[in-house]
């Protein structure tokens, strides 16, 4: 528990710095290398399954992607960024699969093409695309307060599924693939996340001031001249953040449970690997990234 309060007390100023003060260009290159670390450790869990995985293949396609971003990103508007990024987001992940599978041809094990190609083409979509969606929500109108309030409803929901889980819960939502994770967890996960959803939009633009006062955002990141969201949408899409990020803890720990390892890495002591401390925002940032991108389009 010390090791794991720990490491939450050193990172978590750190990654608030880079998502409100960053450049653009300097988060992609953080993202790439969060990507990076991510998919590494998905590809030794693949492993498990008798994947012989494309390593170096898979990590030069990743590193293309996050540099297109990186030398793409404020060079035009909002919206004619987010429409360049949702072309290159579905071209890359349409064209991974072949990428791979051309990469993988002169395997002398046939047999064994198929299945690193499947890994590398689902690690690029699970892992890299999310994290590309947070760089682009970031460059978009107000992205470092809808950054902000991606991880603190994300966080938020975390801690009190893991207090109110060991303290209370009594009825196991998934005991084949998370023997600790209790319904009672889950209700006060929702219900901490739609608490801070709320209040950070209610107080959005008083935030925004303080933040910019303090130096730590410019005035194109806060919520100036963007009408606050009337109390129900803010609810509904609390809601979808917060089920995505609990949905995508479970398909972690599928995949770890599956591979037979508790972990998937030893990277953050009390915490596990990487991918065990970004597993809930690589389902929940697709969310708040359609929403965003939606409003920035209309």
């Known amino acids: 528990m010390l090791k794991r309060i720990a490491t939450a007390v ?15 260009p300097a988060l992609a290159v ?43 990103a404020g060079a ?13 987001l579905g071209f890359a992940a349409v064209i991974a699969p072949f990428v791979f599978l051309t990469v993988a041809m002169p395997r002398g094990q046939l047999s064994g093409a198929y299945p690193a190609a499947a890994a590398s083409a689902f690690a690029f979509v699970y892992i890299a695309l999310p994290l590309g969606m947070m760089v682009q929500l970031r460059q978009q109108a107000a992205g470092a307060i809808f950054l902000l309030y991606l991880l603190l409803v994300v966080w938020a929901g975390d801690i009190f599924a893991y207090f109110v889980g060991r303290a209370a819960g009594r009825h196991l939502m998934a005991p084949r693939i998370s023997p600790k994770k209790t319904w ?38 806060g919520m100036y001249g963007l009408e606050v969201p009337a109390i129900w949408p803010v609810i509904f899409l609390t ?9 995508g803890d479970l398909v972690e720990s599928l995949i770890k449970r599956g591979a037979g390892v508790k972990d998937s890495g030893a990277l953050l002591p009390g915490h ?27």
Do not use: C
């Open 10 to 24: 050193v990172l978590i100023p750190i990654v608030l710095a880079l998502v409100l003060r960053a450049p653009v």
């Open 30 to 72: 953080v993202a790439a290398g969060v990507a990076l670390l991510t998919i590494q450790e998905f590809l030794k869990l693949s492993e498990a399954y008798g994947v012989h995985p494309l390593r170096l293949p898979t990590y030069i396609f990743v590193v293309l992607f996050f540099i297109l971003l990186a030398v793409s």
């Open 76 to 88: 035009d508007t909002p919206q004619l960024w987010t429409i360049k990024f949702v072309l290159t």
């Open 184 to 221: 009672e967890g889950a209700a006060a996960s929702l219900a901490a996340s739609l608490a801070v959803g709320i209040l950070l939009f209610n107080h959005a633009s008083d935030l925004s001031t303080r933040l910019l006062n303090w130096g730590i955002i410019s005035r194109p990141d």
């Open 239 to 247: 809601i979808a953040v917060n089920v995505a990020a609990q949905l």
């Open 272 to 298: 596990g690997g990487m991918l065990d401390r970004i597993d809930a925002l690589l389902f929940a940032a697709p969310m708040l990234w359609y929403y965003a991108a939606w409003r920035v389009l209309q």
